[in-house]
């Protein structure tokens, strides 16, 4: 069963078109704005949790990117990155805004990862990136272990596995990435399948799925951006996670010594809903030191 939040959610969404497509956007607060870009396979909703401690201080705009959530599921869409970035690039274009902060997770890191190199090839010209937060997500190929139904979802039998998906399998994988003390709600279950479900987008996994190649293709670039960016980054990583917890948090560790690190214990994948109080103070903790600083 969803929450009367979920569904209030999904009706204040509104549509913005791109080269033929649509996506739902949330947007809500004032003040400067910050880009919400969630990760594979849900949608913007997963952000409900911190939201209100942000909007006060932030103009939150919060989109389902295209094949997720409530937005347009093409079946014979390519999906990409750069797409999805383009896509980002033009909502905020229509929305008047030049600058903005970043806050991303899982898929959302990689789209997060594109934003900054293009960030740093403009050189102060078009959109600018004021600050990037980052929660658990394969910023380092190398570093991320996908879980085996993703493995599958990349092969030929991407197409079947995703046609047998179920309730039962989403909660099962969610179980498995989530900390031990902190699971996924029944609720959260019903409510990430129900997006899933919308417009058959479960058939999408396969074709959506491709963010994986891409990441090592794009290894240089993405990862480059990062090392390179003077843009204010800070990580806020579940250390419990099996897909980009311990591993990831070494390497960012390694390759960006001076970029800002918060390892939260016993959390998993989806710190923003398992320990949303803890992501929301290191978040107002960072911005409250970008503000001292300027």
């Known amino acids: 069963m969803v929450s009367p939040a979920f569904e209030t959610w999904r009706r204040q969404g509104q549509r913005f078109e791109h080269r033929g497509h649509a996506i739902a956007v949330v947007e809500r607060g004032r003040g400067e704005a910050m880009l919400a870009i969630h990760g594979f396979p849900s949608a913007s909703w997963d952000w409900h949790a911190i939201l209100p401690g942000l909007t006060p201080r932030f103009r939150v705009i919060a989109p389902d990117l295209l094949g997720f959530g409530w937005s347009d599921k093409p079946r014979s869409f390519r999906y990409s990155m750069l797409d999805q970035a383009d896509r980002l690039e033009a909502l905020l274009a229509a929305r008047g805004v030049d600058r903005v902060h970043l806050l991303a997770h899982d898929y959302g890191d990689t789209v997060a990862q594109e934003l900054l190199a293009r960030h740093e090839q403009r050189a102060g010209r078009g959109l600018a990136i004021a600050s990037c937060v980052l929660l658990n997500g394969g910023l380092f190929p190398e570093c991320h272990h996908p879980r085996p139904v993703q493995r599958l979802l990349a092969t030929r039998l991407g197409p079947l596995v995703a046609r047998l998906s179920s309730r039962r399998t989403l909660a099962r994988g969610l179980h498995a990435i989530f900390g ?81 690190l918060v390892v939260l214990p016993g959390i998993g994948h989806y710190p923003q809903i398992e320990a949303p109080d803890a992501v929301l103070a290191a978040m107002l903790r960072f911005h409250d030191r970008l503000r001292d600083s300027t």
């Open 180 to 260: 031990r003390d902190t699971p996924p709600s029944p609720a959260f279950v019903d409510e990430l399948w129900t997006m899933l479900r919308h417009a058959d987008g479960q058939l999408a996994l396969p074709r959506l799925i491709d963010y994986i190649r891409e990441r090592k293709q794009h290894r240089a670039r993405w990862v480059g951006a990062l090392e390179r960016t003077r843009v204010p980054l800070v990580l806020i990583d579940g250390a419990a996670d099996p897909v980009s917890g311990a591993d990831m948090i070494a390497r960012w560790r390694e390759l960006l010594p001076q970029a800002q």
